[in-house]
């Protein structure tokens, strides 16, 4: 749809053979001249016909690319009226002169009136019929395009809840949860029981909260706690979590969950060693740094936290930052409050 078939060489070479012929059959037509067909159809008229469909086709092509280009007027409407009185207009001269020259060079003799008016009204015909399929263009392109971005923006869409159903439910840890209770329903009820509210909790948190925009940091680290739980039942390296607040701030729901739980799955597997995950507040931050030993083929980065990192700059300018200090890998959460969010509004 973006480039018009009027300028497809094939139909540049070929369109002007038709439309000579079907302005030859109409002159004769007009002329009463029909019987004449048999006998001078390849008359030189006929060429002349042809050469004329090639020049007002031509100038008809390239008026179309000029007034595409022009950038005014900007309004489409008086482009087009533009367009069409002097594509019309320089139609009339060109046929004019044109056909004046045959009569007077070659037919030896000037045409009336009524001659030039019938070839400038069948050429300015075809020259209308030019502009018309650029507006049918025009307008098919528009609406073309304005589907394709609604299928577009709709596919976008679709997407983006599917990843957020996809976080919400977290369907690696759901199964992974399920197997832990299944070991340990055999092995200890009450345990396995306990470890069922763990789960319970998390999810009971995660569901109710992923239409909020925001939540108070002391509620999320509750869940944190049943969420280092419920991990250290699951074979990934035990956890201990470290935490101490005394600022009140708000964070995007989920946040300090997504995080921890990265650390841990990114985190080499071993019995023998604790992970401690220490999560501290500095002036304009929430920091979470820990001891990092990661898997060769999956480490923590940015590209982990692309879901935050893009809820956080509907709030905030600060970025959220992974730094390393000398064997410490550290995550810095901007800490938001009601004030800077009133002001990013």
């Given at each position: 749809m973006k480039k018009l078939f009027v300028h497809h060489p094939l139909f540049r070479l070929l369109s002007p053979l038709f439309s000579g012929v079907l302005v030859y059959l109409l002159l004769l037509l007009i002329n009463n001249n029909i019987n004449q067909l048999q006998e001078t159809f390849l008359g030189q008229e006929?060429?002349?016909?042809?050469?004329?469909?090639?020049?007002?086709?031509?100038?008809?092509?390239?008026?179309?690319?000029?007034?595409?280009?022009?950038?005014?007027?900007?309004?489409?409407?008086?482009?087009?009226?533009?367009?069409?009185?002097?594509?019309?207009?320089?139609?009339?001269?060109?046929?004019?002169?044109?056909?004046?020259?045959?009569?007077k060079y070659v037919l030896l003799y000037t045409p009336n009136s009524g001659e030039l008016q019938v070839f400038n009204s069948i050429f300015v015909f075809i020259t209308i019929i030019y502009v018309i399929l650029y507006i049918a263009h025009y307008y098919l392109n528009k609406i073309n395009t304005e589907k394709l971005t609604q299928?577009?923006?709709?596919?976008?869409?679709?997407?983006?809840?599917?990843?957020?159903?996809?976080?919400?439910?977290?369907?690696?840890?759901?199964?992974?949860?399920?197997?832990?209770?299944?070991?340990?329903?055999?092995?200890?009820?009450?345990?396995?029981?306990?470890?069922?509210?763990?789960?319970?909790?998390?999810?009971?948190?995660?569901?109710?909260?992923?239409?909020?925009?925001?939540?108070?940091?002391?509620?999320?680290?509750?869940?944190?706690?049943?969420?280092?739980?419920?991990?250290?039942?699951?074979?990934?390296?035990?956890?201990?979590?470290?935490?101490?607040?005394?600022?009140?701030?708000?964070?995007?729901?989920?946040?300090?969950?997504?995080?921890?739980?990265?650390?841990?799955?990114?985190?080499?597997?071993?019995?023998?060693?604790?992970?401690?995950?220490?999560?501290e507040e500095t002036e304009n931050s929430i920091k979470i740094s820990y001891l990092h030993e990661e898997k060769l083929r999956e480490s923590l980065s940015i590209k982990n936290v692309s879901r935050i990192l893009k809820s956080y700059s509907f709030y905030t300018n600060n970025e959220i930052k992974i730094v390393m200090e000398d064997k410490l890998k550290s995550i810095f959460l901007p800490k938001l409050t009601f004030q800077e969010i009133k002001i990013k509004g």
């Open positions: 006929l060429y002349v016909c042809i050469g004329l469909a090639y020049i007002i086709q031509e100038f008809s092509r390239l008026s179309l690319l000029f007034f595409k280009r022009l950038k005014r007027p900007k309004s489409f409407i008086l482009k087009l009226i533009l367009q069409v009185s002097s594509s019309i207009l320089i139609t009339i001269v060109l046929v004019s002169i044109t056909m004046n020259l045959y009569f299928e577009v923006a709709a596919k976008a869409a679709i997407e983006t809840d599917f990843q957020e159903f996809k976080m919400s439910i977290n369907p690696e840890l759901l199964f992974e949860s399920l197997e832990a209770l299944l070991v340990l329903m055999k092995k200890d009820a009450d345990k396995a029981e306990s470890l069922a509210d763990n789960f319970s909790s998390i999810y009971r948190y995660i569901l109710t909260k992923k239409n909020s925009e925001l939540v108070q940091v002391v509620e999320e680290l509750v869940v944190l706690k049943e969420l280092v739980t419920l991990l250290n039942h699951l074979p990934y390296r035990k956890v201990k979590l470290k935490n101490s607040f005394s600022d009140d701030c708000v964070i995007v729901p989920c946040s300090l969950l997504q995080i921890v739980e990265t650390i841990v799955k990114t985190t080499v597997v071993s019995e023998h060693k604790t992970l401690q995950i220490i999560i």
